[in-house]
Every structure is written in C-alpha cells, then in structure tokens.
C-alpha cells in the first residue's frame, strides 16, 4: 500500500518504520504547514492515510479523506467531543475512517480482561476501584485516551454504574459511586495503564506497560490494510478480531 502519513512526530515516526517493515511505502507526509493544495495531491495518490498528528487537526484530516475518497486511520486522541458529529458525517457520506484511541492488541487485550474481572470484583460489598495513567511529559491530553476508555468501560460494565471523575475533587469527599482517574507525566514514559481494585481483604494491580511506540503503529497498519474496501467508521474492535481469529482457528 501506498501510505501517506499525518504528523511525524513520535508516532508518525513509528508507522513509518513497521509500515516499511510489513511492505509498505509511505510516499510522503503532511505536516501542519504543509499547504492545502500539497495535501491534496498526496491523498491522491496514497491509498490510506494515517493521522497521528494533534486533536485539532483531525477534523481537516477527515475533510481531507472525504473529499480524496481515501480511507483514514485516525491514532490521535483528545477530539471525544467532536467524535459523534464526525462519524455520523463519514457514514452519510459513505466515507472510510477507522478511529483507536490506543491500536495496541496487548492494551485492547488487556482493557476486556481487566474491565471484566474488576465489574466482578465491584459487585462485591467493600472493592472501591481507581485508574491511573503515566506518560511522557510531551503529551498533550490528560488523561490519556486509554485511560479514558478504560473509565467508560468500568461505568457501562458496573451496577449501578460508577462514574469517573476527573480531576479528583479538590475540596469534598468522592461519593460511593464515583472513582478516580490519576494523570502522571513523567520523562519519556511510552504509556503505562493500571487498573487498582482495592478489597476488604485484598489489593489488586494489573499494568500494562509499552516497551517501545511500535506496538501502536502495528496496531494502526494493521487498520489500514483491514480498511481498504469498506466504507462506514469503524473502531479497532473488528480489526483485533481478525489479528486474534487465530485463537479460534487452533
Ligand atoms: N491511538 C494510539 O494508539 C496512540 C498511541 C500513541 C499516541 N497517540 C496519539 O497520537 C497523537 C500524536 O502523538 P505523538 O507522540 O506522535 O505526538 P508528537 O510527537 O507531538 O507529534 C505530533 C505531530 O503532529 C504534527 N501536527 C500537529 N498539528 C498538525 C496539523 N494540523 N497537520 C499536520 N500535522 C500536525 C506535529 O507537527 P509540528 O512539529 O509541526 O507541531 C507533530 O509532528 C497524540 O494525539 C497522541 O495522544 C495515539
């Protein structure tokens, strides 16, 4: 596939490099001065984009996809609040864009497996829960889009429902149905995710941690090259199906 890349920062970085990997060529890159008319004629003549760029850019990036009738991978976070709105726009139009707020297996893995055993835990009487993320100083949302999918999960999988909040309350007490989500930035952390489930009689952690980017950038090819030929918006749910199908063939 012929990719053109959003962003060259950290990740924009790493997609290149296990793009080439897996036989790809990114035929060029689209930065923030590049102009309009650049953008254009890159989108062209690739047949996937992928944006790892900054949350205000994302909706140019989806423009820019939809006008070019290219397919769009979109890693960056921090736009949730724009994310409705732009879907809806991408399937009345008949668009193509695959949206994670974290592509790697080992996390998406790691979110069903922890939010499971937590929604069980938290149904029994004295388990209190909390979330804590820890990036590099570089990043530019808080808490991470991991961390807040993670919250989601949690409230939608307990009963009654518990809320997150962040940040955590300053001047009054948490009430019993609500849990916290702890923001640390700190040197060149690629991303650690802890889910803390305190009991009467036992203290539970389960932590992921990236060794390298690459993991995100596999997870976002791997997207790419599942996008190409359908059309709607669409998470990272059903590409991890595929690259875990193997499970179920054995
Ligand atoms: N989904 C995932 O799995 C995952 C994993 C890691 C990170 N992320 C997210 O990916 C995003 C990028 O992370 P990063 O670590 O690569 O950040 P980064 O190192 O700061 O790089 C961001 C890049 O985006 C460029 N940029 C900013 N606005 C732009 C625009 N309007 N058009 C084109 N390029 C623009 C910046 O260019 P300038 O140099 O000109 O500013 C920079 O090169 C963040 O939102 C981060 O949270 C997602």
């Known amino acids: 596939m012929r990719i053109a890349l959003i962003g060259y920062g950290r990740m924009g970085q790493a997609v ?22 650049e953008r254009e004629s890159l989108a062209h003549a690739a047949d996937a984009l992928i944006d790892f760029s900054h949350a205000s850019a994302v909706a140019e990036s989806v423009d820019l996809a939809l006008r070019t009738l290219r397919p769009l991978v ?12 732009i879907a809806q726009r991408v399937r009345e139009t008949g668009g193509s864009v695959l949206y994670a707020p974290n592509f790697s297996v080992a996390v998406q893995v790691y979110l069903h497996h922890a939010v499971t055993l937590a929604a069980q835990l938290l149904r029994l009487e004295g388990w209190d ?11 530019a949302d808080a808490p991470s889009g991991t961390a807040r999918a993670l919250a989601e999960r949690l409230q939608h999988a307990t009963q009654p429902p518990r809320e997150a909040v962040y940040p955590a309350p300053t001047e009054h007490r948490l009430t019993e149905n609500q849990f916290t ?8 952390e690629f991303g650690t ?7 009467p009689y036992d203290w539970i ?18 997207a790419a090259e599942w996008l190409r030929g359908r059309k709607g918006f669409y998470q990272f749910q059903e590409v991890l199906n595929e690259i875990l199908s193997y499970l179920e063939e054995q």
């Open 74 to 85: 979109i890693g960056t976070t921090g736009w949730d609040s724009q994310r409705e709105a």
């Open 129 to 139: 829960v909390a979330i804590e993320e820890v990036h590099h100083r570089g990043k």
């Open 16 to 37: 290149e490099r296990v793009a080439t990997a897996r036989g790809h060529t990114v035929i060029g890159v689209i930065r923030r001065a590049t102009p309009p008319s």
């Open 181 to 188: 989500v702890g923001v640390l930035r700190l040197g060149s």
């Open 205 to 222: 952690e389960i932590t992921h941690r990236a060794k390298s980017r690459d993991g995100f950038a596999y997870g976002a090819v791997r």
């Open 193 to 199: 995710h802890r889910l803390l489930l305190d009991g």
